[in-house]
């Protein structure tokens, strides 16, 4: 009786193994380069006490430690054993994202996942899979872009160690990084990236500016370049993103029997028209074109504007929540939000 259990369990198993074969294949491949990265961590504490590592990085180490602190006393992010280790890159990068669209709407394509959910992006750490998983995309139809990502939160399961690019960071791009992974570890809703982005994004920004007031003062060269460049950006998130409405009103006009030969036509003139508009923000050119290996200039296409829906589209949402309703204060907001949305 027992081996015929044994037997229909492991047939049970392997029946289901060869059903979702690319998820677990694709698993097995990511859960392989987090723990390859895991098993060459070093404590903080042994990198900052080597008299070979450079004092220059270590003072940033020691600003991630003071960020830290400030998220979880003056903002209300949970504590976490996060950025407690160190890896060091060597110059090379070790986590691709693939997103993708549809090629007549700002529709991301969703990838579904166990316990967390849907998500309108996949990471790879391997990036000739990334480069795979990409031209089956296009093969289908979709938009993609690809690109390196500097960080990525585990959402507190497992030591997120502080990786070597995080420390060529200014100061307030760095407060902004690490606030942002925290946010994850703090509220993350199945099935809701957007949503929990766009949060990050927006505890990020803003947590950076009162940390860097806090440390440095109002009238600091620290604050005040990380400003300048707050304006820069938002007016290139906004750009973006009302871009996206104006594709998305363009393919609603598009009829089914259409030739696709003259609907992307129409869709790359408009685009072409999005990225000449750019030029007039803030006095500069803002650069909306991407550029293959061999130097041929491209276009950006509907997954580039995904990326922008899903990181910034609810910032001001979320602002006027947070000041009108909460008075600016951080710690009764998350609480609020925390108890609004189920976490995981």
């Known amino acids: 009786m027992v081996k015929k259990v044994l037997l229909f369990l492991f047939l049970f198993l392997l029946l289901v193994g060869l059903y979702y074969r690319e998820l677990v294949s694709y698993g097995w491949m990511q859960a392989k380069g987090q723990v390859s990265i895991l098993m060459k961590v070093e404590d903080v504490g042994k990198v900052l006490a080597d008299p070979a590592f450079p004092d220059s990085l270590k003072a940033r180490i020691r600003l991630i430690e003071e960020i830290k602190r400030f998220g979880v006393d003056s903002l ?8 407690t280790t160190f890896y060091d890159q060597q110059g090379k990068p070790i986590l691709w ?33 990334a480069a795979r ?17 500097s960080a ?26 690490i606030l942002h ?23 990020g920004d803003v947590g950076a500016v009162r940390f860097l007031n806090q440390k440095y003062g109002p ?9 300048f460049s707050k304006v820069y950006n938002d007016a290139y998130a906004q750009h973006v993103l009302r871009g996206a409405n104006r594709l998305d009103s363009l393919y609603n006009t598009f009829p089914n029997r259409e030739p696709d030969a003259q609907k992307d036509s129409l869709k790359f003139q408009l685009i072409r028209q999005i990225v000449q508009d750019a030029d007039t923000l803030l006095g500069g050119k803002l650069t909306l074109t991407k550029k293959k290996k061999d130097g041929e200039t491209i276009l950006p296409n509907n997954a580039y504007f ?20 909460f008075g600016g204060d951080f710690k ?13």
Not at 134 to 146: N, P
Not at 152 to 177: C, Q
């Open 219 to 227: 009238d600091s060269p620290q604050l005040k370049r990380y400003e």
């Open 97 to 129: 994202v693939i997103t993708a669209s549809e090629r007549y709407r700002i529709k991301a394509r969703e990838w579904s996942f166990p316990i967390i959910g849907s998500f309108p992006y996949k990471g790879f750490f391997d990036s000739t899979r």
């Open 306 to 325: 995904i990326s922008y829906q899903t990181y910034k589209s609810k910032q001001n949402s979320f602002r006027q929540e947070f000041e009108n309703k």
């Open 152 to 177: 990525w939160s585990t959402l507190g399961y497992l030591k997120d160690p502080i990786l070597s690019s995080m420390l060529a960071r200014s100061e307030g791009s760095l407060a902004n990084l």
């Open 76 to 83: 209300g992010l949970t504590p976490s054993e996060n950025y």
């Open 133 to 149: 998983e990409e031209a089956a995309l296009l093969e289908e139809g979709w938009d993609t872009d690809i690109g390196e990502v």
């Open 332 to 344: 009764n907001y998350l609480d609020y939000l925390k108890k609004k949305y189920p976490s995981l």
């Open 181 to 203: 992974e925290l946010t994850h570890g703090t509220l993350f809703v199945k099935s809701d990236l957007e949503l929990n982005e766009n949060l990050a994004s927006f505890v």
